[in-house]
Structure formats: structure tokens, C-alpha cells
């Protein structure tokens, strides 16, 4: 059946689950220790009341447009460790725009979505330059039989220049048309806010529903409930406050753990 966000705690705050390094990437560490990173913070956001959670190879550096067979058969070894019995709903997010393999795991493992941070803007990073090709996403859910499996397309993702500058309403107005189910919003780097009349702009432009996908805290996230239908959020739930590594723009190190009361706290400031 085709998915819906009604299906969900409205606003859905989804916690990182941020894998470490994987095999054949930067600095990677043993499956063990993957699977061991994992399985504690997905615990701790489960523990802090989180309402649903993500999966992601955020420390995979340098980052690639789709997973080597590595990679992908490690990916997918660790979902099947980390969503066994999961109690909330989850996604997938393969960096930096594997939507193939992503839908085939959501619909091996039950994924509710996966993020498309590439979908209707393309886009100039330092990994390289990404086109963006909506219907081929779409085309890539239907192969996969994840018709149920909802699109959280990225509008203008950060990490990345603009290839064609443009309002970020037309970018919403047309990632809601390609077949968006969520519009995920960000600031420029990991950590940092999406601006707030970004979000309004959106928000007014679509009826899809939005989301922020970085710098949400405990003490900014009212300001933006009005415009939104949740948030992703993860360097903020992490222990010890933000950590600058210049060379990725991260805020803290993989080994930086999720602290349980640091998602209390955030989800009591949802509520």
C-alpha cells in the first residue's frame, strides 16, 4: 500500500543511528565494533523515547555515490543486527545517494523510508558532482516491489553548491510534484540549522510534509514545530557537545556516543 506519514507520531523525531567507518572506507574498524557503535546508540535513543530511528554510513569518507559490494553486503549485515525486533519505525540513509540498494533493504528489512539526498536539485560536492533524476528514484522503488517505502527527498542538501541556484520553494514545488512523500530541509553543514524562512517558504509552498534534517536542539526546535511534520536529528543527542573536525565539517567523532538524557531532554522540548 502506498505510504503515509498518518502512520507515524506526529512530529516524528528520528534519531541517527551514525554507522562508523565500514569496510574499505577511512579510518574502518571491524565489523564487531560497527555493529557494537550501533547497536548502543540505537539503544540509547529507544531508551531517551525517541519516535523512530535511521540508519546511516555517515563516516564513510570519502563518500561515493553508490556502496561498493563490500560495503553494501557489511550495510546490510548491520541492518539486519540493528532493526531486528526495533520497536519504532526506521529508515535508511546510504550516502551519498544509493536509493538503489536502499530500497531493496527497506524492503528486505521493513524500512518505513529512506532519504534521497539527492533527488530533484543536482548538486557539486567534494565527492564529486551528483544529477539528480527523480523518476529514476521512482523507477528504482518500483524494481525494488517498495511501493509502501516513503521517498525523504532532500531540497538543496547541504554539503553541496547548487548546479542551477533557485528558490527553495520551487525546489519543494518540485520534489512534491517528482513524488516526495517528505521534504527534508537543512542548513549549510551537519550541526547547523536550516534557516527559518526557508522552512516557512516551503512550508507555504507545498502541502507535503516537511522536515529539518540538521541542527535541531532542545532549545531551538519549538520555534520550528509550526512549519513541520518532524525532524532528523543526531549530532545534538550525541554525549560531550559539539566537536569540530574541520576536514569533514563533522561535530563529533564516531566514537562519540548517544546519550539517552540528552534525547529525553529533546523529546520532552517536542512534547
Same mark, same amino acid.
Given at each position: ?20 567507518? /565500514?569496510?574499505?572506507? *577511512? #579510518?574502518?574498524?571491524?565489523?564487531? &565494533? ?5 547497536? $548502543? ?6 531508551? !531517551? ?17 553508490? /556502496? ?5 553486503? %557489511?550495510?546490510?549485515?548491520?541492518? !539486519?543486527? /540493528? ?7 526506521? #529508515? +535508511? ?7 538503489? =540498494? ?5 524492503? *528486505?528489512? !521493513? ?26 528514484? +521512482? ?8 511501493? !509502501? ?20 520553494? %520551487?525546489? $519543494?514545488? $518540485?520534489? &512534491?510534484? &517528482?513524488? &516526495? ?19 516557512? %517558504?516551503?512550508? =507555504? ?7 529539518? #534534517?540538521?541542527?535541531?536542539? $532542545? ?10 511534520? #518532524? ?7 550525541? =554525549? ?20 539517552? %538524557? ?10
Amino acid at each position: 500500500m502506498p505510504f503515509t506519514m498518518f502512520s507515524f507520531p506526529q512530529p516524528l523525531v528520528i534519531g541517527m543511528v551514525h554507522l562508523p567507518p /565500514l569496510v574499505g572506507r *577511512e #579510518g574502518a574498524v571491524s565489523f564487531d &565494533a560497527v555493529c557494537a557503535r550501533g547497536i $548502543a546508540d540505537r539503544d540509547a535513543l529507544l531508551a !531517551g523515547g525517541i519516535s523512530g530511528i535511521m540508519v546511516e554510513n555517515m563516516y564513510d569518507f570519502p563518500h561515493t555515490e553508490r /556502496l561498493d559490494d563490500a560495503r553494501r553486503q %557489511e550495510f546490510r549485515a548491520l541492518l !539486519g543486527v /540493528l532493526t531486528r525486533d526495533l520497536s519504532v519505525p526506521f #529508515g +535508511i540513509s546510504l550516502l551519498w545517494n544509493d536509493y538503489p =540498494a536502499a530500497f531493496a533493504f527497506a524492503s *528486505e528489512f !521493513g524500512a518505513s523510508w529512506i532519504r534521497v539526498p539527492v533527488f530533484v536539485d543536482s548538486v557539486a560536492t567534494q565527492y564529486g558532482t551528483f544529477q539528480a533524476d527523480p523518476a529514476a528514484v +521512482i523507477r528504482a522503488r518500483d524494481a525494488a516491489g517498495a511501493a !509502501g517505502v516513503g521517498i525523504f527527498a532532500d531540497i538543496q542538501v547541504k554539503h553541496a553548491q547548487m548546479l542551477a541556484p533557485r528558490p527553495i520553494a %520551487e525546489s $519543494a514545488r $518540485a520534489a &512534491a510534484a &517528482a513524488g &516526495a512523500d517528505a521534504i527534508i530541509i537543512t542548513g549549510t553543514w551537519t550541526g547547523e540549522p536550516a534557516a527559518m524562512a526557508d522552512v516557512a %517558504e516551503a512550508h =507555504a509552498a507545498v502541502s507535503v510534509p516537511i522536515l529539518i #534534517g540538521s541542527g535541531m536542539t $532542545a532549545a531551538n526546535i519549538a520555534s520550528y514545530l509550526p512549519h513541520i511534520a #518532524g525532524c532528523i536529528v543526531g549530532t545534538s543527542l550525541k =554525549a560531550g557537545g559539539a566537536h569540530d573536525r574541520t576536514e569533514h565539517r563533522l561535530r563529533t567523532p564516531w566514537e562519540t556516543p548517544v546519550d539517552s %538524557e540528552r534525547v529525553r531532554v529533546f523529546m520532552c522540548a517536542v512534547q
